[in-house]
């Protein structure tokens, strides 16, 4: 029987502590922070990359990355990050990780 209401999660959420080990254990993962520009202004992960997932060119800046690195990403909460991660499983990005909790939980 088909379920067509379940849809293939491609990417992993991470625990703070988990995506903080993950940083100091991949010193080339990406780290993305995918909230507004204000926001990441006011604080943020430290070497993290900031592409707003509400910027109209977010699509075209993700598209530039490349697909075999692995990617960090959060932002506030936890919810715009994990749209930002299934975006980019859905394109090709295999080792995509999303902060749960977001920044608040860092």
């Known amino acids: ?50 592409i707003d997932l509400m910027d109209v060119n977010f699509s075209q800046k993700i598209a530039q990355l490349s697909k075999d690195k692995t990617y960090l990403v959060y932002c506030r909460s936890g919810n715009r990050s994990g749209s930002a991660c299934k975006y980019m499983g859905d394109n090709g990005f295999e ?12």
């Open 95 to 106: 080792q995509v990780y999303n902060l749960s909790g977001g920044i608040m939980s860092y």
């Open 1 to 50: 029987m088909f379920n067509f209401f379940k849809t293939k999660k491609n990417y992993e959420n991470l625990s703070s502590t988990a995506f903080k080990a993950m940083i100091s254990e991949n010193p080339t993962a990406v780290i993305i922070d995918v909230r507004t520009a204000l926001e990441f202004k006011q604080g943020s992960i430290p070497k993290a990359i900031n």
